[in-house]
């Protein structure tokens, strides 16, 4: 048997209609754009501590050891690590809305600014894990010819297998991570494109 719809259901339905259709407002897109802001400029922030306690260890490896190869190793992955610095500030620096923006203008700043991250997260293996690999490896391989006390059961080329595989597999996971990352960004523009339509 068929009952109909009470009227306070029926007026409930369509104000949800009415507010799932609504366009999105100047001020959920200044929040949107402002969480963004907030969130990246925390990463980064983060970033760069890691930065300098990467350059501070790798330093300690320079003075401390007297290996060619590992100092070698050492200069190259500090190298590395300013250039994913730099890299960092270019492609996903956090910018602030400007104030006198009126809607189509945010609405168009914050699609630029999530493309940009996107586009960031996406190309990790370019600029971010890409420029330390060189100095991993030459830096691993200088740990295997430093001349060290025999010891029993030391094998260096063992441990030289183990270190590579075990950064291979930090380096891979934390790819996947950022192209996930990259995929749930794409979804907000999508999302923002849908919901920033006249209706």
Not at 80 to 102: F, M
Request: with cysteine.
């Amino acid at each position: 048997m068929v009952t109909e719809q009470p009227p306070n259901d029926v007026r409930e339905a369509w104000q949800r209609q009415e507010t799932e259709g609504a366009r999105m407002s100047l001020e959920e897109i200044r929040g949107k754009a402002g969480k963004l802001q907030s969130k990246v400029g925390s990463r980064n922030r983060l970033e760069y501590i890691a930065v300098v306690l990467v350059v501070l260890g790798y330093g300690f490896y320079i003075y401390h050891y007297h290996s060619f190869t590992i100092r070698l190793g050492s200069i190259l992955v500090i190298a590395g690590t300013l250039y994913v610095a730099y890299q960092l500030h270019k492609r996903a620096s956090a910018r602030a809305l400007p104030q006198d923006c009126d809607f189509e203008c945010c609405v168009d700043f914050h699609r630029r600014e999530l493309e940009r991250q996107r586009d960031a997260l996406g190309s990790v293996w370019s600029w971010y894990l890409g420029p330390l690999v060189p100095g991993l490896v030459v830096f691993f391989l200088g740990t295997v010819f430093q001349p060290m006390p025999p010891r029993h059961g030391h094998h260096p080329w063992i441990a030289l297998a183990i270190s590579l595989t075990l950064c291979s597999l930090v380096f891979f996971f934390i790819g996947k991570l950022n192209q996930w990352a990259a995929r749930a960004l794409q979804r907000q523009i999508d999302e923002l494109n849908a919901a920033a339509e006249p209706r």
